[in-house]
């Protein structure tokens, strides 16, 4: 394919999605990253698009919303590596709340084996895929349907979240920084998440590599209101995505990182653990490797699983 030819399949992508990452134009256009990363750089070199860790985006700053059958096929393999390791997070019998997004519908599809789990949402795709596990309660928030991410939003659903208290709340968005924390690109869906975390004693974060970094138009949570981060590897010359860990990190997010090859709970990253329920903290760490973390999790993971096994002998 001719450069010309593939800046042009590349931009047709972007416009098409809002965002995508390297892995992925590079996949579509099967070339390198390296190549790829030559092609945006003169793309946005006629302000044609903009770079932003790991991809691109449309130009001007902000990354306008996709529709759910764009994101439904970006950054899969990372998206589903993020839901193993997040999966592990949830013990059995516990109440969490789970927000819309293609992340969190990965990540229902597993808490499915979870018994003694409810599961309050406001995503039709999350209760879908829990719809048929006979030991996981769903409740579904009230509110209109926003059809584009098949979520519930507006005054009904934020009111049927007064007054509830679970122990966490996982989360997804348009884009993550260190600076303004998890946000998104509609009103509407960001209230929501509001009201989501408010709800929970703990917020974990599941974003994968291509949103560190963005920042789009409404916050839904701040840095200082995050306990977890669950995210992909970013690749290894993506210096200014370390960058955005490290500087999360230091404000007291754990960052637990998940391979991309479809196998959660490989490395983990944390700056320290944080004891539930409690408020969040602050102050000064640097960022450091525990693939203990992982791991652990990871075995934590397979003896609920063989107690649950037992239990139903």
């Known amino acids: 394919m001719f450069a010309a030819e593939r800046r042009q399949l590349i931009l047709e992508m972007v416009r098409a999605n809002g965002a995508v990452s390297l892995r992925e134009l590079a996949r579509v256009v099967q070339t390198s ?9 003169a793309l946005e070199a006629e302000g044609l698009l903009d770079r932003r860790h790991g991809g691109a985006v449309l130009p001007g700053g902000f990354t306008r919303e996709s529709g759910f059958p764009q994101k439904s096929h970006l950054a899969t393999a990372e998206k589903t590596a993020i839901a193993d390791l997040a999966a592990n997070l949830v013990e059995e019998g516990e109440a969490i709340v789970v927000g819309a997004g293609t992340t969190t519908q990965e990540l229902a599809r597993r808490l499915a084996r979870v018994p003694g789990l409810t599961v309050v949402t406001n995503s039709l795709l999350v209760a879908q895929a829990l719809a048929h596990a006979n030991r996981v309660e769903v409740v579904m928030t009230g509110g209109t349907l926003r059809g584009s991410n098949y979520a519930l939003v507006g005054s009904g659903a934020e009111q049927s979240l007064q007054g509830l208290r679970v122990s966490r709340a996982f989360l997804s968005g348009s884009g993550l920084t260190a600076e303004r924390g998890l946000s998104t690109s509609n009103m509407l869906s960001a209230s929501v998440d509001r009201a989501l975390v408010q709800a929970a004693a703990e917020v974990v974060v599941l974003a994968d590599h291509t949103k560190l970094g963005t920042d789009t138009m409404f916050q839904t949570v701040p840095t200082d209101l995050i306990t977890r981060l669950v995210t992909d590897e970013p690749a290894g010359h993506d210096d200014r995505a370390a960058t955005e860990l490290q500087a999360l990190a230091d404000q007291g997010v754990q960052i637990a990182v998940a391979g991309a ?9 944390q700056r320290r653990d944080v004891p539930l329920p409690g408020p969040r903290r602050q102050g000064p760490g640097g960022l450091r490797t525990a693939v203990a973390l992982g791991a652990a999790e990871s075995a934590q993971g397979a003896e609920r699983a063989r107690v649950a096994d037992l239990r139903r002998r």
């Not at 990253?33 to 750089?41: F, K, L």
């Not at 090859?261 to 990253?269: C, N, T």
Request: hydrophobic share 20%; net charge positive; aromatic share 0%.
């Open 33 to 41: 990253e390296v190549t790829v990363r030559r092609d945006v750089r």
């Open 261 to 269: 090859g479809g196998e959660g709970g490989s490395a983990g990253r």
